[in-house]
């Protein structure tokens, strides 16, 4: 026999104990917010200059890349959250997009970009969309069985 399939009790089958930043309890993160990474007016104005061209031009952000949003302080900063979140805690919290100011295209175009400097396009769900907007549309996600819940 393989060994696929049995079942043991002994302490050495079992996988070990997770002790790094990956490990946290909701009550932990509560109480902290080092996670949290609010954005600076500098910040937001190097993310505008880099996202009004493109949007201006209706850029196809499917097509974007890191070289086309540059940010040359930022990206720095952005290291550091993407190591957070892939060798870390596993999350982080963005505040300080000024998004009612900007138009739909200049908040797609802006989110794109911030997300090229965490990593490579992926199609988010069977159409192939790369990127998502996430509004409440007030459905009962209790009962009704089609409510999508984010």
């Given at each position: 026999?393989?060994?696929?399939?049995?079942?043991?009790?002994?302490?050495?089958?079992?996988?070990?104990?997770?002790?790094?930043?990956?490990?946290?309890?909701?009550?932990?993160?509560?109480?902290?917010?080092?996670?949290?990474?609010?954005?600076?007016?500098?910040?937001?104005?190097?993310?505008?200059?880099?996202?009004?061209?493109?949007?201006?031009?209706?850029?196809?952000?499917?097509?974007?890349?890191?070289?086309?949003?540059?940010?040359?302080?930022?990206a720095p900063k952005l290291e550091s959250i993407r190591d957070e979140v892939v060798k870390g805690r596993g999350f982080a919290l963005m505040r300080g997009l000024p998004v009612g100011r900007w138009s739909?295209?200049?908040?797609?175009?802006?989110?794109?970009?911030?997300?090229?400097?965490?990593?490579?396009?992926?199609?988010?769900?069977?159409?192939?969309?790369?990127?998502?907007?996430?509004?409440?549309?007030?459905?009962?996600?209790?009962?009704?069985?089609?409510?999508?819940?984010?």
């Open positions: 026999m393989s060994g696929q399939g049995k079942i043991s009790g002994r302490a050495d089958d079992l996988p070990p104990i997770v002790t790094d930043a990956s490990a946290w309890y909701g009550p932990d993160i509560e109480r902290r917010s080092e996670w949290i990474h609010p954005l600076a007016d500098q910040d937001i104005a190097e993310i505008e200059a880099a996202m009004k061209p493109l949007a201006g031009r209706k850029a196809d952000i499917a097509l974007m890349t890191r070289t086309d949003f540059p940010l040359p302080t930022l739909i295209r200049e908040s797609a175009t802006a989110y794109f970009g911030i997300g090229t400097h965490f990593g490579n396009v992926r199609s988010q769900n069977a159409m192939g969309h790369i990127l998502g907007h996430v509004r409440d549309l007030g459905r009962d996600a209790v009962n009704d069985p089609t409510a999508r819940v984010y």
